[in-house]
């Protein structure tokens, strides 16, 4: 068994990156300068404008003809993942669902001018999942968590069903155990082989948001509607928020510091924050304004080097599914499923073509099954 290698970060002992092509992807944006980070946000062309309702760049703005030709390059799909939320009164309450969303259209971009463009694809939950310490905040909109999952998993069926079979669910919200429950039942409830992620974005690109004493570095560490959203906000979608009615907050602890991590678990505590409950007052107590942290201090600088770590992430992800598992391929059946080859052959297939079969025709398989 290969030994797991680590670099570390001199001037931050905490801060260690992986000896892998992400680990070392990951080192090489650290290390980078301002000037570098510029110029691959300008190859992802960030800023720009929503591509939600430009024409050809999701599957639902594109026409079938064109985009069957897309899929057949590259079946990945990436799914970004928000809600409605109170953010305070300077920011809007769908940044949750726009900072996934200007992310994916940014990899899409860069990966159309490679010749191996990335599918997008709506969101399932414009609305969301959320905790119970969100409860009673104006502005936010709170769905069941069977609701929740149920679109996602609805939503994965059909994508898998027309050929989409490595789903990337690119997520920016504090819902979690929604999200990761719907991909674990959609897997026992369907038994299909495939490639399903859940990105969390945050996490994926944590040390970014860990101050340190860099120029361009965070102040805080990220817990809500703070300097950090709000720089990553101010980067992408400036037009969306208005500083001048930034107000500060903090949030009443119930419990002394130290037990509790913050939102992308910068500080490697025993439990995460969506694990807890009872350790701080609820929002609607605490802090109705709807933010907790310093979002005065925000820049747009602040937000360059954690976005441009995700894009490079998202990217080498997709490259390394697709070159393990070419368009049009799967894992083995056998090797990840109950099901035979025998049995899938008719629904791997190209949808549409002579011989395939949905994946409705399907024997459900197992004792999984709630609809």
């Given at each position: 068994?290969?030994?797991?290698?680590?670099y570390?970060?001199?001037e931050?002992?905490s801060?260690?990156?992986?000896?892998?092509?992400a680990?070392?992807?990951?080192?090489?944006?650290?290390?980078?300068?301002?000037?570098?980070i510029?110029?691959?946000?300008?190859?992802?062309?960030?800023?720009s404008?929503?591509?939600?309702?430009?024409?050809g760049?999701?599957?639902?703005?594109?026409?079938?003809?064109?985009?069957?030709?897309?899929?057949?390059?590259?079946?990945?799909?990436?799914?970004?993942?928000?809600?409605?939320?109170?953010?305070g009164?300077?920011?809007?309450t769908?940044?949750?669902?726009?900072?996934?969303?200007?992310i994916?259209?940014?990899?899409?971009?860069?990966?159309?001018?490679?010749?191996?463009?990335?599918?997008?694809?709506?969101?399932?939950?414009?609305?969301?999942?959320h905790?119970?310490?969100?409860?009673?905040?104006?502005?936010?909109?709170?769905?069941?968590?069977?609701?929740?999952?149920?679109?996602v998993?609805?939503?994965?069926?059909?994508?898998?069903?027309?050929?989409?079979?490595?789903?990337?669910?690119?997520?920016?919200?504090?819902?979690?155990?929604n999200?990761?429950?719907?991909?674990?039942?959609f897997?026992?409830?369907y038994?299909?082989?495939?490639?399903y992620?859940?990105?969390?974005?945050h996490?994926?690109?944590?040390?970014?948001f860990?101050p340190?004493?860099?120029?361009?570095?965070?102040?805080?560490?990220?817990?809500?509607?703070?300097?950090?959203?709000?720089?990553?906000?101010l980067?992408?979608?400036k037009?969306?928020?208005?500083m001048?009615?930034?107000?500060?907050?903090?949030?009443?602890?119930?419990?002394?510091?130290?037990?509790?991590?913050?939102?992308?678990d910068?500080?490697?505590?025993g439990?995460t924050?969506?694990?807890?409950?009872?350790?701080?007052?609820?929002e609607w107590?605490a802090?109705?304004?709807?933010?907790?942290g310093t979002?005065?201090?925000?820049?747009?600088?602040?937000?360059?080097?954690p976005?441009?770590?995700?894009?490079r992430?998202?990217?080498?992800?997709?490259?390394?599914?697709?070159e393990?598992?070419?368009?049009?391929?799967?894992?083995?059946?056998?090797?990840?499923t109950?099901?035979?080859?025998?049995?899938?052959?008719?629904?791997?297939?190209?949808?549409?073509s002579?011989?395939?079969?949905?994946?409705?025709?399907?024997?459900r398989?197992?004792?999984?099954?709630h609809?």
């Open positions: 068994m290969q030994e797991t290698k680590w570390t970060v001199e931050t002992p801060i260690v990156f992986e000896d892998t092509k680990g070392r992807m990951k080192k090489e944006l650290w290390e980078a300068s301002e000037e570098e510029d110029a691959i946000l300008a190859e992802y062309e960030i800023p404008p929503s591509e939600l309702g430009k024409p760049c999701y599957i639902q703005t594109t026409p079938r003809c064109r985009q069957v030709e897309k899929r057949r390059k590259n079946d990945i799909v990436l799914v970004p993942i928000g809600s409605t939320e109170n953010h009164m300077h920011l809007n769908g940044l949750d669902t726009f900072n996934a969303s200007q994916i259209e940014g990899v899409r971009r860069y990966t159309a001018k490679k010749g191996c463009e990335v599918n997008l694809a709506f969101s399932p939950l414009n609305y969301g999942g905790p119970y310490h969100h409860i009673g905040m104006p502005g936010t909109v709170i769905m069941p968590d069977d609701v929740v999952k149920e679109s998993i609805a939503m994965m069926a059909g994508l898998w069903n027309d050929g989409y079979r490595k789903i990337i669910l690119v997520n920016n919200h504090g819902q979690t155990w999200l990761e429950g719907a991909i674990q039942e897997c026992k409830r038994q299909l082989p495939g490639i992620q859940l990105v969390e974005w996490r994926a690109v944590r040390e970014f860990i340190v004493h860099k120029k361009d570095s965070m102040e805080t560490h990220f817990v809500h509607a703070d300097e950090a959203e709000t720089s990553c906000g980067l992408m979608f037009d969306m928020i208005d001048r009615a930034v107000k500060d907050a903090w949030g009443e602890p119930m419990l002394p510091d130290g037990w509790i991590d913050k939102s992308c910068t500080l490697r505590r439990a924050w969506a694990q807890s409950q009872g350790h701080n007052a609820i107590k802090t109705p304004g709807g933010v907790i979002p005065s201090i925000s820049t747009p600088e602040k937000g360059k080097r976005i441009a770590a995700i894009l992430y998202l990217t080498l992800l997709c490259e390394e599914i697709i393990a598992y070419p368009a049009g391929t799967v894992p083995p059946t056998e090797k990840v109950m099901r035979s080859e025998e049995e899938l052959e008719p629904c791997l297939r190209e949808p549409g002579e011989g395939w079969q949905p994946i409705d025709a399907l024997k398989t197992g004792f999984y099954e609809l």
